[in-house]
């Protein structure tokens, strides 16, 4: 388990970036991993689907995880932005957006038959640990 705290009592930009850094990295390779599934049910799809509503209303489920995906890749970006201009209380209060994220791609991913990786939700349980971090300050 990784220690949040520092010296004085609040969480460092080096354990936020580390922890961001961690979750950014497990969403990529969830990414890369799902590409080939989704790209398989969008083949699928145009194959078996009689017209283009049928198409897309069996795209529904795969394209939650594409946005899921992208969701939580934007609010990582603008956790990782705001520590670098020295803004980590807004830093840790977007690892909480993105942890809540992160329980949404898990769900769509859920969703199509997918299993998140473990990494998801390693990264999962540091951004809720630097959420509540932030929120138990307040």
Do not use: N
């Not at 209060?93 to 038959?113: H, K, P, Y």
């Amino acid at each position: 388990m990784m220690v949040l705290a520092s010296a004085c009592g609040g969480v460092s930009p080096e354990v936020a970036r580390l922890a961001l850094s961690t979750a950014t990295q497990a969403v990529k390779a969830a990414d890369d991993a799902y590409e080939p599934v989704y790209e398989a049910a969008r083949v699928d799809a145009r194959d078996t689907s009689e017209g283009w509503t049928e198409r897309d209303l069996k795209m529904i489920p795969y394209d939650r995880v594409e946005v899921a995906l992208e969701k939580v890749h934007a609010i990582l970006l603008i956790a990782e932005s705001s520590l670098d201009v020295g803004a980590t209380d807004s830093a840790l209060e977007r690892a909480a957006c993105a942890a809540e994220a992160l329980a949404e791609l898990r769900a769509a991913l859920r969703g199509v038959d997918e299993e998140p990786s473990p990494a998801l939700s390693k990264a999962d349980a540091a951004l809720r640990a630097l959420g509540s971090a932030c929120r138990s300050r307040e």
